[in-house]
């Protein structure tokens, strides 16, 4: 009987600690989703009422992102202002006033940045298309009868290079190329080879990478160069034995051409055994 009663107290002991563990891990849980990340992608991002920190947003040019300004929505609210503060362009500042019901815009026009609907009832901001210029920070200021709250957004445009290629010169050396990209694209090789690497930022803050190898170094006769890229990324191929032939087939054609002109009969031979050591 004793035992008994031992081995059911030991029962409720485990129940109880494993109830525990369970409200302990909801409730954790509940927190995490609660807290908004630091660094959001591309889309609908939304925080908290208040915040010290700066929401950063990456999204890809040509796409649409909407920024909301808070996570929570008051009943009342007597103003709404989105200032937004460029790169290499003047400000631009989007206000609505709510007793008035009046929308106010300064030096946003063919900005492509409105309202995703009524301001009265979403203060969310829309952006269609991202282009490059819209990169800079985006702050929220919204003023209710229980304070002032802010929100602030570092938005960062990516741009997938629109050229890459490969190519071999003449000069001996190999080329990946990777135009106009931002940020800048990576280029690596396989196998490695010995290569340089040069930058050439342009106005519009994109960099096009060209990687030059020497052609000799890469011992094998397929070379391919990956291009690494936020946006995504691409493999290049080259095989060394499909250009030696395209420029045999180049060489021959010419020697043909040579064999047939106004030269001594000598350089003629010659040129005829050129051309059967090709073939």
């Known amino acids: 009987m004793e035992m008994n009663s031992f081995w059911k107290s030991f029962d ?3 129940l109880t600690l494993l109830i525990s563990f369970l409200v302990v891990d909801y409730k954790s849980t509940e927190a995490e989703t609660q807290v908004p990340s630091a660094n959001m992608s591309a889309g609908q991002v939304s925080q908290q009422c208040h915040t010290n920190a700066t929401i950063k947003v990456s999204v890809q040019m040509d796409t649409d992102v909407v920024l909301c300004c808070l996570h929570c929505s008051p009943k009342e609210f007597v103003m709404i ?7 290499d362009e003047t400000s631009c500042i989007i206000a609505y006033k709510k007793d008035k019901n009046i929308t106010k815009e300064t030096n946003c026009s063919g900005t492509r940045i409105t309202w995703e609907s009524e301001p009265e009832r979403n203060f969310s901001l829309h ?3 991202v282009t490059i210029h819209h990169e800079g920070y985006y702050q929220c200021d919204l003023v209710t ?5 802010r929100s602030l957004y570092h938005l960062s445009v990516l741009v997938p290079p629109p050229v890459v290629n490969l190519s071999e010169e003449e000069n001996g050396t190999v080329v990946c190329k990777a135009a106009a990209g931002k940020p800048a694209a990576q280029i690596s090789w396989v196998p490695k080879g010995d290569c340089f690497t040069v930058k050439e930022t342009h106005d519009n803050r994109t960099v096009t990478v060209k990687s030059t190898c020497t052609r000799n170094s890469f011992n094998a006769s397929n070379v391919s160069c990956f291009i690494s890229h936020l946006t995504g990324n691409r493999t290049l191929y080259l095989n060394h034995e499909i250009l030696r032939n395209v420029l045999n087939q ?3 054609q010419e020697l043909e051409r040579m064999k047939w002109s106004h030269m001594p009969a000598t350089q003629r031979r010659a040129i005829h055994s050129m051309i059967v050591g090709l073939r």
Do not use: A, R, S
């Not at 202002?81 to 790169?87: M, Q, R």
């Not at 009868?145 to 709250?149: A, E, L």
């Open 81 to 87: 202002t989105w200032t937004i503060f460029p790169g």
């Open 127 to 129: 952006i269609e298309p």
């Open 250 to 252: 180049k060489l021959l």
């Open 12 to 14: 409720l002991m485990l």
């Open 145 to 149: 009868p229980d304070g002032n709250f």
